[in-house]
C-alpha cells in the first residue's frame, strides 16, 4: 500500500463503551475491603480503542454498528467523533454499551469487571443495517474487534468491502478453544501471550494453513509475528516514562501495527512501530492517545506521505 495515499479503514463498532477507574489502595480478597480514593471515567471498549489509535496515524476510519442509548456510552461516541472517526452507525437498534470497570491498585496488577448486555440479536441487526446503509465502497483495511460468533452473520458483508481483514483472539471468548474461529477470513490474526500459549501449536498450524500472520503481544517482553518466513521477534520499546496503565495496550498495538501496514512496513519494522505505540500509551490512564498526541501523529503520518510522493516524483 504506497503510503503517499490516504488509506482507508471499516472497524465494526458493535458496542460503545465506557472504562470507570477506580483507583484502588488494594485488590480486596473475599470479605475484604478496600479505600477508594480516586475515579475516573474514559471512553474505551477494544474496537472504538482500535478506531481511535488507527485514527491517530492518519489513516481515514469508519467505524459502524448500533448506535446508543445510554448517555454514559454516548460518551465513547462524541470521542471518537471528535478524533475524526466517521460514525455510520444505526439507531433504529440502539441500545446500552458496555462498562468496563478497572481496579487499578497502587501496589500490583489491574483487575477488570466488563459488565455486558445479553443482546446479541440487536447487535446483529444493527452491524448488518449500517453496512447496509454504506452501499459499497471499499477499504484498505477492516478490523471485527474480539472475535465472537455474533460477527458470523455479516462476515461476508464486511470480507467483500476490505483489502486486509484482520480480528484479536481472547481466551475469555473461546468457549470451544480455536476450533470454531472462521480463520479463513483473516488476513492479520492478534492475540496476547495468555490466549496464544495455550493453543501456541494449533494457532501456528492455522496460520501456515490459513496464511494469515499471527501478531503475539508479550507485554515487557514485546512482541512476535509468525509469517511465511517463520518467526520474527522485535523488544520492547524502552522510555523512561513509569508504567502507569495497561488497559487498551493490546489494542494500541494492533492499531499502530495495521497503521504501519498500511504505510507499506512489514515484519520487524511494523512490530517495531507498535511495540512504541504501546509503550507511550501505558504511560498514562485510558487507551486512547491524548488529543496533543493524536495531532502529532497525523502530522508525522502526513510528512511520510510527502516524502514519498517527492520519491516517487
Known sequence: MPSSLRTTALVVLDRSSTDIYLEVNHLPAGGDKALLPHTSIHPGGVNGNFAANLASFGTSVTAVGSATSD???QHDLDDLSSRGVELRLDGTTAG??????VLVPSDGDRAILIDVAPDRARIIAGLRNALDSLGSPSF???YVGVWGEHLLDNMSSIRE????LATTLEISTLRNGIEDVPFDWFDIVFCADETFDPFAEALESAAIVHNFELVVTRGAAGSQLRA???WTTAPAAASPLPVVDTTGAGDCFAAAYCGAILR???GLGALTTANLAARQTVAH?????SLLSQQLRQMDAGRARSHDQLDVQ
Open 71 to 73: 448517555p454514559l456510552a
Open 264 to 266: 507499506g512496513e512489514a
Open 228 to 230: 511465511r518466513s517463520g
Open 140 to 142: 484498505d483495511l477492516g
Open 285 to 289: 490512564l485510558g487507551a486512547r492517545p
Open 96 to 101: 446500552p454499551g458496555n462498562t468496563c470497570y
Open 161 to 164: 468491502r476490505v483489502s486486509t
